[in-house]
């Protein structure tokens, strides 16, 4: 992850098992690929924006001179950060996650703090340490995020994708206070809760951390569609719904691409039903349900 690989890099990651007894080893092998240019071994987009801090080539900090491959890998193999780590599992370390019993597995909200506390460069806030605290939970490390504490991180970052897709799904939340946003999130992510497959569940490793991925690639998905008012996010989600009835699981065995996974318009009617499916659970907001009633526009 401290090199930004995903799709772009996946033909390294698959060619290498990116588990090193040694710093040594780790850069030995990133500048040997770098230099042939076998594979593309890391992508500084890899969250749209380019940032240098997941590049392996040498770069520059904000208060040093140019960082070497080494300095840029050295503070994950740093034996203070590795204790720590080993601290936080505790009797966990050196067992295999998928025997672990769901009380086993670390708090999400605890992994979160330690990953704060190491202070790792590309990890330190942002999505980075969100999809850190994704992965632990695919590895079967960690319980996953609930949808409040997902809810909490869309609102403390407004600026970027997640809370932008609400508002372009038409949630009016925008100048109005967490709650809101919590509400609006929830909805979101039952929705999706609701309407998935197993099947598809299962591929897409749902989770609210992916329902916020999602929410991500809104704005994106928006600006690549809208070129006229007839090819608008909107236009397109009604024009493929109007002459078709949206069924559950119908999508699994389909190859024609028409079929959706997910109902994409929705009525009153279904929104207050999900609406109305929703558990209290005490530790959310009084007046969460509430909201829920306003926060969707007509």
């Not at 203070?80 to 909200?109: F, I, K």
């Not at 939970?137 to 949808?147: E, M, N, R, S």
């Not at 009153?268 to 009084?286: A, G, Y």
Request: hydrophobic share 35%; proline share 4%.
């Amino acid at each position: 992850m401290s090199c930004g690989h995903g799709f772009i890099t996946r033909k390294f990651v698959e060619k290498h098992t990116l588990c090193f007894d040694s710093l040594d080893a780790c850069v030995a092998l990133y500048e040997r690929v770098e230099h042939s240019q076998e594979y593309k071994c890391c992508n500084i987009r890899i969250w749209g924006t380019p940032s240098p801090v997941f590049d392996i080539r040498p770069c520059t900090s904000h208060s040093k001179e140019p960082l070497t491959p080494k300095e840029k890998f050295s503070a994950l193999f740093d034996k203070s950060v590795q204790s720590s780590w080993l601290a936080l599992l505790g009797n966990r370390a050196n067992t295999d996650p998928a025997h672990w019993s769901e009380e086993d597995r670390l708090e999400a909200d605890d992994v979160r703090d330690w990953l704060s506390k190491q202070q790792l460069p590309g990890f330190i806030h942002g999505l980075s340490a969100l999809q850190f605290l994704n992965n632990t939970v695919i590895f079967g490390l960690a319980k996953q995020p609930t949808t409040e504490a997902t809810a909490a991180f869309i609102d403390k970052h407004r600026g970027m994708g997640s809370f932008q897709g609400l508002l372009l799904l038409g949630y009016n939340i925008d100048g109005r206070g967490s709650n809101w946003t919590n509400a609006a999130f929830l909805h979101f992510y039952r929705h999706l809760d609701a309407s998935l497959a197993g099947e598809d569940k299962n591929v897409l490793q749902f989770s609210p951390i992916f329902a916020e991925h999602l929410l991500c690639k809104v704005k994106r998905y928006c600006t690549t569609f809208t070129k006229t008012d007839r090819t608008s996010f909107q236009a397109l989600a009604k024009e493929r719904t109007s002459n078709l009835k949206w069924v559950k699981g119908q999508n699994v065995k389909d190859s024609s691409g028409t079929v959706l996974p997910i109902p994409v318009v929705l009525d009153r009617e279904s929104m207050d039903s999900i609406i109305s499916s929703f558990e209290v659970r005490i530790h959310l907001f009084p007046s969460l349900f509430q909201s829920l009633k306003w926060v969707i526009q007509s």
